[in-house]
């Protein structure tokens, strides 16, 4: 396994330093909240959902067998894992690892249900994985050594084959360890989208728009952006307590505020906001959009001024109640499908919410035909993000056949400077891999979590989708997720059903966090 701690603050080797960046950096001290404002809290009421159900998403699909890879012919996709050159903005090029030489990497069209061969070579000097987020896929193809995926050795080559499933917006991505290095894992630019093509394509529109969002050039950084887009706001005072106890001990031992990853650069694409091509539409066009947050660490937000967005679909999965919204919220990793009606003709910014990453180019310009003028952003609404929108109503879930508690803490700054995370008081060592859950084959499981940290966490279940059962005590049903954002001092319940035979990983996706212990492994049989 490729496990790089430097032990030291790294700016990253290939990472241009904006000249604008400490500029910018000041100004976003005016939206960082410091770590040691603990105390603060949202107090924003929570929204409702009461829309009638429309559909309801699939149930489990049955397991089945995959191939084994043919050892000779012709693959049907080939990626290369190099170190390339991104052009962000004419004069901002940076250099990081890439699929392809592009940023993002390629969108793979698959078909669910059809066979693909696909060739990974890895022509970099240390070991890489390749996961494919968001499928059922058997536990040597998945892409994640914890699970016992082989690594793809420096300039080695391993052939794949699988069975897409299930239909939807996927991606691929990277899946070592950073650690420190923040030229490595998720920092780098490996990712790229993947739409797994249904059997049957619902919703009406008549274009589609991929759209990846993602940071370049990190930095350590000792500063905390405030996490309060959540809904509902409702927390659990005794989690709030063990955070703040474990706070107090970090301070009593003199411990600094921990390392936070911060960024100079911002694309959509990969490119900063007014350097790319323009999303052209035309007036009447109903345009689906499938964004993908490809970030290592960041929740993101995006807006469209004079339009709202019809969400279709959840991290590829359609949604029960396809609900408008004027603003989207993306955990790391999280996908969005929703369409947008373009009814307001001009050259709009679709752009993140927080001023200081659309303006250091987190955004991507939509222009109407024979629209001219500025492009114009303007303010959305005050909005919180819920994932109850969308949910069936009422929230009937079946009860599953057994509950799993979990709890997530950190020592703050607790390794080096770092938060140093725990699942049931263990951090995930990477060196003994093991499983901290046995789970038996074909039951249904509820994760109860916890959130005894300040921190929004994305938690990703590999191999498998789940269904959103409670959110902060208030019951929901019918949202099927890969990963959702379980909020400070929260508690959420996720039910899933057994069906993958193996290791299945569970964590966080912010990489600082699972680099720093906030993963376990699931066994079934
Ligand atoms: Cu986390």
């Known amino acids: 396994m490729a496990v790089y701690f430097n032990k030291v603050v790294d700016c990253g080797k290939d990472a241009p330093r904006s000249p604008s960046a400490d500029r910018a950096g000041q100004a976003a001290r005016h939206m960082i909240l410091d770590r040691r404002h603990f105390l603060r809290i949202g107090g924003a009421v929570a929204l409702g959902s009461s829309a009638p159900l429309l559909t309801r998403a699939g149930a489990m699909p049955p397991d089945h067998p995959h191939p084994h890879p043919p050892s000779s012919g012709r693959a049907d996709y080939t990626i290369r894992i190099a170190t390339g050159l991104v052009e962000l903005a004419p004069e901002v090029t940076i250099s990081t690892k890439l699929y392809n030489g592009q940023f993002p990497g390629p969108l793979l069209r698959l078909q669910e249900g059809k066979r693909v061969v696909v060739d990974i070579h890895n022509d970099t000097d240390t070991p890489e994985q390749l996961h494919w987020h968001g499928q059922f896929l058997p536990a040597d193809v998945d892409g994640a050594s914890e699970e016992g995926t082989p690594l793809i050795a420096p300039h080695g080559r391993r052939r794949i084959a699988f069975i897409p499933r299930p239909s939807g917006l996927r991606f691929y991505h990277t899946h070592v360890i950073a650690g420190a290095d923040l030229s490595a894992g998720l920092y780098n630019g490996q990712a790229g989208p993947v739409y797994i093509e249904p059997r049957r394509e619902p919703g009406a529109y008549d274009r589609e728009v991929f759209l990846t969002l993602k940071e370049f050039a990190p930095v350590w950084s000792r500063t905390e952006r405030a996490m309060d887009f959540l809904a509902p706001t409702a927390i659990v005072p005794a989690l709030r307590e063990q955070a703040q106890a474990a706070l107090r001990a970090a301070v009593a031992k003199g411990r600094p505020d921990a390392y936070q990853p911060a960024y100079n650069y911002f694309s959509i694409n990969g490119r900063m906001l007014g350097f790319g091509e323009p999303v052209r539409v035309k ?208 508690e959420m319940a996720i039910d899933f059903t057994a069906d993958q035979p193996g290791l299945s990983l569970f964590h966080c996706h912010m990489q600082m966090h699972m680099d720093f212990g906030l993963m376990a492994l699931f066994a079934a049989s």
């Open 283 to 490: 007036e009447g066009e109903r345009v689906l959009f499938h964004v993908l947050n490809a970030s290592a660490t960041e929740p993101r937000s995006l807006a469209l001024p004079g339009h709202v967005f019809k969400v279709v679909a959840l991290d590829g999965n359609a949604v029960p109640n396809p609900a408008e919204v004027p603003v989207l919220w993306l955990g790391a990793a999280e996908r969005i499908s929703a369409i947008v009606e373009m009814q307001h003709p001009g050259i709009w910014v679709l752009g993140e919410t927080v001023d200081e990453d659309r303006r250091r180019g987190m955004g991507i310009v939509v222009e109407y035909a024979g629209a001219t003028g500025e492009r114009v952003w303007t303010k959305p609404p005050d909005f919180r993000w819920d994932y109850r929108h969308f949910a069936a109503s009422p929230p009937a879930v079946a009860p599953p056949d057994e509950v799993i508690e979990i709890v997530l803490a950190a020592d703050p700054a607790g390794d080096d400077g770092f938060d140093r995370f725990t699942i049931n008081s263990v951090s995930f060592s990477m060196a003994k891999m093991e499983p901290m859950f046995h789970l038996r084959l074909g039951q249904r499981y509820r994760l109860q979590m916890r959130n005894a940290t300040d921190d929004i966490h994305p938690m990703h279940l590999h191999r498998h989708s789940f269904e959103l059962a409670r959110i902060a005590g208030e019951k929901t049903a019918g949202v099927i997720k890969d990963v959702a954002m379980l909020g400070g001092y929260q």
